[in-house]
Nanobody
Framework: QVQVAESGGGLVQAGGSLRLSCVASGSIVSIKAMGWYRQAPGKQRELVARITSDSTTTYADSVKGRFTISRDNAKNTLYLQMNTLKLEDTAVYYC??????????????WGQGTQVTVSS
């Protein structure tokens, strides 16, 4: 099994910065991709940023130029550096890991989420 745990959320003023971390642990054989998603109240969960095993990155248009995703492969750790935060970035941020824990297929694993609140 694979466990995913996020940390680093909190309350920050608009224009400020936060750094989220996500650690994947357990019997991991291979990780294909890791990503950050977020869900604001009353809205669907959306992709924020994603990075694949060959370091290809994808960003939502709303965060391009402000957020940076990075990954420490040796530690199975994912980061999201969030700068110039806006009120509309307020959401629960979830870490997603596409991993294989044995012989077989890749599966998606989710963390419990970490709250990010941006105040005016």
């Amino acid at each position: 099994q694979v466990q995913v745990a996020e940390s680093g959320g909190g309350l920050v003023q608009a224009g400020g910065s936060l750094r989220l971390s996500c650690v994947a642990s357990g019997s991991i054989v291979s990780i294909k991709a890791m990503g950050w998603y977020r869900q604001a109240p009353g809205k669907q969960r959306e992709l924020v940023a994603r990075i694949t095993s060959d370091s290809t990155t994808t960003y939502a248009d709303s965060v391009k130029g402000r957020f940076t995703i990075s990954r420490d492969n040796a530690k199975n750790t994912l980061y999201l550096q969030m700068n110039t935060l806006k009120l509309e970035d307020t959401a629960v941020y979830y870490c997603n890991v596409v991993a294989r824990s044995g012989v077989g297929f890749f599966y998606e694993y989710w963390g419990q989420g970490t709250q990010v609140t941006v105040s005016s």
